[in-house]
């Protein structure tokens, strides 16, 4: 049973290769035709303008090793399926045969001001992470499991998302009023000479396979 002391990762942000990227499938953009757009995923930035924004894919690898909580990469102990997506119920691998439920998040980037092509550097698209990367490969996402108890059990056994018997539900409203005070003091706002952490020389790396 997954429990306290379980974390992976997904991703890695110092990729900049797309047969690097590809292994991992789960992670990567959608560009929004309509805020309900969820196909045509690709691993790097897209190309053209998007109608409704960006939308960064996360989703995590759903085999377990059955052993282990960790493992020194973070990422070992956890496999994408065999075969398949776990929501067309792909077969874990043997060495990972324990099936766990699907952990993914999207974020909608509102691109839309930016769509003007006209702006658009003559090299490429336009946006780049935090972290320096202007390819988009490097997209990538923690887990850290913060279930109290054995709340997270008792719902799988319930099989519930909302309104569970054993489990009291929480409003959008309710969610959003837990903050946290930033623990870094830095200028995000406005007209940057560089990204935050990143120097000139460190933005917007190229793909080492284009």
């Not at 900049?16 to 590809?22: G, L, M, Q, R, V």
């Not at 909580?69 to 077969?91: I, Q, R, V």
């Not at 006209?118 to 780049?128: C, I, K, R």
């Not at 990367?133 to 850290?144: A, C, E, F, L, S």
Request: charged share 20%; aromatic share 12%.
């Amino acid at each position: 049973m997954i429990s306290q002391g379980f974390r992976m990762i997904v991703g890695n942000p110092t990729i900049n290769a797309k047969a690097k990227a590809s292994y991992f499938r789960g992670v990567g953009y959608t560009c929004l035709a309509t805020q309900n757009t969820r196909d045509i995923v690709s691993m790097d930035f897209p190309k053209a303008p998007c109608k409704e924004g960006i939308m960064a894919i996360v989703k995590f690898p759903t085999c377990w090793d059955g052993k282990n909580l960790d493992s020194p990469d973070h990422m070992s102990h956890m496999a994408y399926t065999e075969t398949g997506t776990f929501e067309t119920n792909g077969k874990c691998p043997s060495t990972h045969p324990i099936p766990t439920p699907q952990l993914f998040y999207e974020v909608i980037w509102d691109t839309k001001p930016f769509n003007n092509k006209a702006d658009w550097p003559a090299d490429g698209q336009p946006f780049v992470w935090s972290f320096g990367d202007g390819v988009g490969y490097g997209n990538h996402g923690d887990y850290i499991f913060g279930w109290k108890d054995n709340s997270l059990q008792e719902i799988m056994d319930e099989k519930c998302y909302i309104n569970c018997r054993t489990k009291a539900t929480q409003s959008v409203a309710q969610a959003n009023k837990c903050t946290i005070a930033p623990t870094v003091k830095e200028e995000y706002d406005g007209w940057l000479t560089s990204l935050p952490g990143v120097s000139n020389a460190q933005l917007r790396f190229k793909a080492d396979d284009e």
